[in-house]
């Protein structure tokens, strides 16, 4: 069964530093964003991409923060210089053009942590 | 403002017994709501939808229930067993469907 896979599984930084989360979304959805999860709190919506630009995004998702379709395949999430209230799980996810109403699927994420 | 407030209690029940878990949400009216279990490090896993024209849903030994006035959904695991426990999130379409908005989630334990 096809799986969204994310790379690396854990990253640690210095505050500061850039970084940048990787994602290969399942191959024929074309609707990617990126949530994430603090510690102990609830999943958030960062940021939606749809046909090589944002669609959305949160309040959360400041000018630190990108987003990039490099090539067919990958999707990738941008923090320009880390800050320490960036540590979190960042979880890549993807949906079906049609159909699913909606459905997304995660992958299995990024634990981030800035130092 | 949109809120969606799951129990914040850890649910712990004996393995056979059926899990009720509750999503309640205000000031929105959603034309569907998703069910989602998380482990612990990992991400969300699909579980169910339903329509808001749909009174109950099944797959296995899941059941969702969602009543639109109320704006409630019930999720009900039967017969369960240990490797049923985790967290259980409920996720509506926000901002116009583009997004999920996720509750806090409620932890499940099956004790032996």
């Known amino acids: 069964e096809p799986e969204v896979t994310q790379t690396p599984s854990h990253q640690v930084t210095q505050m500061g530093q850039e970084v940048i989360l990787r994602c290969v979304p399942i191959?024929?959805?074309?609707?990617f964003y990126w949530y994430r999860q603090i510690l102990g709190q609830k999943v958030e919506f960062l940021v939606s991409?749809?046909?090589?630009?944002?669609?959305?995004k949160s309040e959360i998702f400041d000018d630190q923060f990108s987003v990039e379709r490099p090539d067919g395949s990958n999707f990738t999430l941008k923090i320009r210089s880390t800050k320490l209230e960036d540590s979190a799980m960042y979880f890549c996810?993807?949906?079906?053009?049609?159909?699913?109403?909606?459905?997304?699927?995660f992958g299995p994420g990024t634990r981030l942590t800035v130092l | 403002s949109q809120k969606i407030e799951q129990n914040s209690e850890a649910l712990n029940i004996q393995e056979g017994k059926t899990a009720t878990l509750t999503c309640n949400y205000t000031?929105?009216?959603?034309?569907?709501l998703q069910w989602y279990r998380q482990d612990p490090g990992r991400g969300p896993v699909f579980l169910l939808l339903?329509?808001?024209?749909?009174k109950e849903k099944r797959k296995e030994r899941l059941k969702v229930t969602f009543d639109t006035t109320l704006k409630q959904s019930l999720f009900h695991i039967t017969a369960s067993q240990p490797a049923d426990s985790a967290t259980y999130l409920c996720?509506?379409?926000?901002?116009?469907?583009?997004?999920?908005?996720f509750g806090t989630g409620t932890q499940l334990k099956v004790e032996l």
């Open positions: 996720a509506l379409p926000t901002g116009g469907g583009n997004k999920l908005t």
């Open positions: 996810a993807s949906r079906p053009t049609s159909g699913g109403m909606g459905t997304q699927y």
């Open positions: 191959s024929n959805h074309l609707y």
């Open positions: 339903i329509r808001e024209n749909e």
């Open positions: 000031n929105y009216s959603p034309a569907y």
């Open positions: 991409f749809y046909n090589n630009e944002i669609s959305e």
